[in-house]
């Protein structure tokens, strides 16, 4: 089906979760997220967001469509759009906002089927009609390429590999309708087009940008020439799930990894870094949650791990991980669990005399997340919100708070597994 500017369904219900951290003493504060339903259809497996429409608020975007907020009642395509079946997949699995040509507007990156093409588009300024279309790069294999600044010139360049390389392409800013070009950091391997695990931090604090895969690190040298290889850390971060991320998790001045272990199945850790007997860096891996309950302190379990962000979620100072379980990711016979709840969950980092703990709070039972989940302020309360397509459909969640009562707050904490 074709859905040309159209208004979607619209349901805000409330669904629940709480801060474990009043922000003074005599202070006890909740957490909760008002859940915007935009549509049950499929467009895509990720979100973003941008003011497309230069009227002050943020909108956010789904594949091809972008929706008008703070109400996110109205749809608009950008190019023509197409509802998926679940049981298959769609043609947009990640999307981006940027301004690319220097006007002063949003235009949108759409990263489509692994092994295929990343294109962005053109904010027509309020004109009518479909957005032009630019080709980005040609061919981008994983399925969870990222969207940062590597280089280091404050603009940001595409993270993935292809042809069995790892790098970056970037575009070329001075001419920004020509296809980007790409900086292979590594020696040939044979990564596929649906490779599982990608990232990009300050892994060795040095200042400069490392990449990441689920087998190791690549460390950006001092002078990053063209056709040099980057060095290679070895390093097993698991089977491959999503969006790797470089957090300072426990405080100890050097910079963790935290990804999630198998994109179909289980796990989420954090990799603790250390120096071996030789002084270089190796991990430690934490496991926050598994295949079984008690794997988690507070027994919180699920599957298909296959999004991760990063933010700051109740403004501690310290940043949370933000992820759930997508749904359908191989239709409803595929994978662990995939007639289970689609959860969204948020983890709380906290840090104590007795260590690193992540305690859970659900956002939702009934939506997960795709192969992208944003976690961003985008009604500019200075609280985070959570963005979510896949294939239930789009959510927004708002996240709100409220001062409660000792008693009220004490009784909604998770509780950990007795022993």
Not at 114 to 133: F, I, L, S
Not at 136 to 150: C, Q, R, V
Not at 207 to 221: A, F, K, T
Not at 271 to 282: A, L, S
Request: aromatic letters at 12%; charged letters at 25%.
């Amino acid at each position: 089906m074709v859905i040309k500017r159209t208004t979607l369904a619209f349901v805000a219900v409330w669904c629940l979760a709480c801060s474990a951290m009043p922000t003074h003493a005599e202070d006890h504060v909740l957490r909760t997220f008002k859940k915007i339903k935009i549509t049950d259809k499929f467009f895509s497996e990720g979100m973003y967001y941008g003011d497309f429409n230069k009227d002050g608020k943020t909108d956010v975007t789904a594949g091809s469509l972008w929706y008008a907020g703070p109400e996110f009642t109205k749809a608009t395509e950008i190019r023509p759009a197409v509802t998926f079946d679940p049981h298959n997949y769609s043609n947009a699995f990640l999307s981006f906002a940027y301004d690319f040509n220097g006007d002063t507007w949003d235009d949108i990156v759409i990263v489509g089927f692994p092994g295929e093409a990343v294109n962005w588009y053109e904010n027509p300024k309020g004109e009518p009609g479909h957005w032009k279309q630019h080709l980005g790069f040609a061919i981008a294999d994983n399925e969870s390429p990222g969207f940062a600044d590597i280089t280091g010139d404050g603009k940001p360049e595409l993270i993935c590999h292809t042809d069995g390389y790892l790098g970056y392409a970037e575009p070329n800013w001075k001419e920004p309708t020509k296809p980007w070009s790409f900086r292979q950091i590594s020696n040939k391997s044979g990564w596929g087009k649906y490779q599982h695990g990608i990232g990009y931090g300050d892994v060795n604090g040095d200042g400069r940008q490392d990449l990441l895969l689920r087998e190791g690190w690549w460390e950006q040298p001092a002078a990053d020439k063209v056709g040099e290889v980057w060095t290679h850390h070895k390093f097993d971060f698991g089977g491959g799930g999503a969006q790797m991320h470089v957090y300072d998790v426990d405080g100890d001045k050097d910079n963790d990894v935290i990804t999630s272990l198998n994109a179909h199945g289980y796990g989420l850790a954090w990799f603790e870094n250390i120096k071996d007997d030789n002084g270089q860096i190796t991990f430690k891996q934490h496991l926050i949650t598994g295949d079984k309950p008690e794997a988690n302190k507070y027994g919180v379990k699920f599957s298909q791990l296959h999004a991760v962000d990063l933010v700051d979620m109740d403004g501690d100072g310290l940043k949370d991980i933000v992820t759930g379980k997508r749904y359908w990711a191989h239709g409803p016979g595929g994978d662990a669990e995939p007639g289970a709840p689609a959860v969204l969950y948020w983890f709380k980092l906290t840090r104590t005399d007795a260590g690193v703990d992540y305690i859970p709070f659900e956002i939702d039972n009934d939506s997960g997340v795709g192969t992208q989940v944003i976690a961003a302020d985008i009604t500019n309360d200075g609280l985070p919100d959570v963005l979510v397509g896949n294939k239930k459909g789009h959510f927004v969640f708002i996240q709100e708070t409220r001062k409660v009562s000792k008693e009220e707050w004490e009784k909604a904490q998770p509780k950990p597994l007795a022993k």
